[in-house]
């Protein structure tokens, strides 16, 4: 086991809401797997060096602020039990040299650090419901590797 090269920093949440989704049937029993939960999100990278954050000169790591939200879609063809809308937002610092790849770092610092927020996002939205009467809500594993930052760096 050896250090990650994409270091979280710092994370925050910028927006929590959980509520009970009135069109969602009343029954206690729901299964994501019966259909599609279609996920809506935003997501939105910035890079900055470490130095314009007042790090040392001799720190050559780059870093990068993103945003990632995720919330729950009336439009959905399976209606969760709850509407839900999270937004959380994290500093990472990547060690480039330590890459065995020849891939883009920027693309790279979008797919792992959008990664990271989405378990995050995960586990606050179980940890939530969990205390609710419907009972906890798992949200689905998702993949982030084809995200590119110069399509989230646009927003």
């Known amino acids: 086991m050896k250090l990650s090269p994409v270091q979280l920093i710092e994370s925050h949440p910028m927006k929590i809401s959980v509520e009970y989704n009135p069109k969602s049937p009343h029954e206690d029993d729901f299964d ?6 279609n996920l809506e999100h935003i997501a939105h990278v910035d890079r900055f060096t470490r130095q314009e954050i007042g790090a040392a000169d001799d720190d050559d790591r780059v870093s990068y602020f993103l945003m990632l939200g995720v ?7 399976i209606q969760l039990p709850y ?12 060690s ?4 065995d790849t020849k891939a883009n770092i920027d693309d790279l610092a979008a797919q792992y650090g959008f990664s990271m927020l989405y378990g995050q996002i995960r586990e606050t939205v179980t940890s ?16 982030f590797m084809d995200a590119k930052y110069d399509e989230c760096s646009r927003v």
């Open 83 to 94: 509407s839900f809308e999270v937004v959380i937002t994290g500093v990472f610092a990547i």
């Open 96 to 99: 480039p040299w330590k890459f």
């Open 71 to 77: 919330r729950s879609s009336d439009d959905a063809e």
């Open 32 to 37: 994501l797997a019966d259909g599609d939960i």
């Open 128 to 143: 939530l419901t969990s205390r609710m009467r419907r009972g906890a809500l798992v949200l689905p594993t998702m993949s």
